[in-house]
């Protein structure tokens, strides 16, 4: 039944508005925005969820909720249909509606924080699968829906650490689904790695001194030197990403300087500096070169500067996307039927997808908007609901064709 007019899903609301799309709005409208995400909100409505999904259990750990669906032969691998719950702040002044009203304007656009990112996939997923069962489909394998924390906060109370969890091990996952991005053109992008997050501070000490005096080997004379080391980086890569045809944002280094700090007047030299770079790496890097090129520019810049992480990724898994894999072919060829062309990239920043593969699991990041500008994280996030509708079919065909991969050889 429809929450809002009580209607069955699938059918049209009195009011001429889609189920799913009015599924889709009431998700919109709960506040699962950090810092405070509500979780309990997301809990009660997927708990709901399941409910109506007959023969679908739910698992709850903690706050990371799994819907199972049980295939016909559950010994084999199974499907994870991943999704987390959380969304980022806003700055509402910004938005032209409130961002959680899930405004839809004259066109079908739907306003609010997680239209693209990535509430439109969780309610995909789930009219998807109640459209399978409404039609009596029994798929060989299971398919899970999970329903994760803390994505947008990098994950540690979430999919970090639940892939070690013996539940998670459980499961079973042969392929898992994940979130991509938007793709304003007519294809379709889907990522199959993602690059490696570094958040790296460099800690520049000097001597202090008087403002007034020529002070030797100052703590901002190496601070220049290490900022130099890192931009002039910057700038070839950047080049190197403009100049070429074949390369994306996810195929090259970037660095961004984030924070600086140190001082405490403006006539003392301060005894230290700092600054601090957000670094993404492309799988390709040798990530044990890269950090000696660090060490290198450190060295350069002057004594005793050292360096630390908050973020240090040094997983380069990727998912097959050759034609003999069996989930890819089924993926991409399924795709093919539908007419929809694919373009393959390396994520540009960090999903939860990092930690499954990470476990040896092959993930696809792939959120069915096309004709979309990329809008996740940004002011006015929305999605056109003819597009969102489009993603339903698009899983509807998708799910029953990966769930229904032959037995694999190592499963025989
Ligand atoms: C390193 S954890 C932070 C995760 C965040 N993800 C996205 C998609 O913005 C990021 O890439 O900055
Ligand atoms: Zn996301
Ligand atoms: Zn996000």
Same mark, same amino acid.
């Given at each position: @039944?429809? =929450? ?13 508005? $889609?189920?799913s799309? #009015? ?14 995400? +509500? ?37 084999l ?5 991943? =999704? ?26 739907i ?6 990112? @990535? &509430? ?11 459209r ?10 299971t398919? *899970? ?24 091990k459980?499961?079973n ?14 294809a ?12 790296? #501070? ?7 001194g008087?403002? =007034? ?5 100052t703590?901002?004379? &190496? ?6 080391s ?7 890569? &950047? ?11 996810? +195929? ?39 950090e &000696? ?9 002057? $004594? ?8 240090? *990724? ?38 939860? =997808?990092?930690f ?8 696809i ?11 996740? *994280? ?35």
């Amino acid at each position: @039944m429809c =929450s809002g007019c009580r209607v069955d899903r699938g059918q049209v609301c009195p009011e001429g508005e $889609d189920s799913s799309v #009015t599924l889709f709005r009431e998700y919109l409208r709960l506040r699962t925005v950090h810092p405070k995400p +509500d979780y309990d909100a997301a809990l009660r409505f997927l708990d709901r969820i399941a409910e109506e999904l007959e023969n679908t259990y739910m698992l709850y750990l903690q706050i990371v909720s799994i819907m199972t669906w049980e295939g016909t032969n559950p010994a084999l691998k199974s499907i994870l249909l991943n =999704s987390h719950t959380d969304v980022v702040p806003v700055f509402q002044e910004q938005w032209k509606y409130d961002a959680f009203s899930a405004f839809k304007d004259a066109e079908g656009n739907i306003y609010a924080r997680g239209t693209q990112d @990535m &509430k439109c996939v969780t309610i995909q997923y789930i009219q998807a699968v109640r459209r399978l069962k409404a039609e009596g489909r029994k798929l060989m394998r299971t398919v *899970h829906l999970m329903f994760i924390p803390d994505e947008e906060i990098g994950g540690h109370e979430g999919m970090e650490t639940f892939v070690n969890h013996p539940e998670f091990k459980k499961l079973n996952i042969g392929f898992a689904l994940d979130e991509g991005l938007a793709n304003p053109g007519e294809a379709f992008t889907v990522f199959y790695g993602e690059r490696n997050p570094w958040w790296i #501070t460099v800690h520049c000490p000097g001597s202090p001194g008087h403002g =007034s005096r020529f002070v030797e080997n100052t703590a901002a004379e &190496k601070l220049v030197s290490v900022i130099n080391s890192f931009l002039n980086f910057r700038e070839k890569e &950047k080049h190197r990403l403009n100049t070429s045809e074949c390369l994306t944002l996810g +195929d090259v280094t970037t660095v961004n300087m984030t924070m600086v700090k140190g001082g405490v007047a403006y006539n003392v030299i301060p005894a230290e500096m700092d600054v601090s770079f957000d670094l993404r790496i492309p799988p390709t890097v040798n990530l044990q070169e890269f950090e &000696k090129q660090i060490k290198q520019w450190c060295k350069e810049a002057g $004594d005793d500067i050292t360096y630390e992480f908050a973020q240090k *990724h040094m997983n380069q898994n990727i998912t097959s996307t050759e034609e003999n894999d069996p989930w890819w072919s089924t993926f991409s060829a399924t795709c093919k039927t539908m007419n929809m062309t694919l373009e393959k990239e390396i994520f540009p920043a960090a999903t939860d =997808s990092r930690f499954i593969r990470a476990v040896g699991i092959p993930a696809i990041g792939f959120s069915p908007m096309n004709r979309t500008p990329i809008l996740l *994280h940004d002011h006015n996030e929305y999605l056109n609901e003819q597009i969102f509708l489009k993603g339903i079919s698009v899983y509807k065909r998708l799910i029953p064709a990966l769930a229904n991969v032959p037995p694999l050889p190592d499963e025989a």
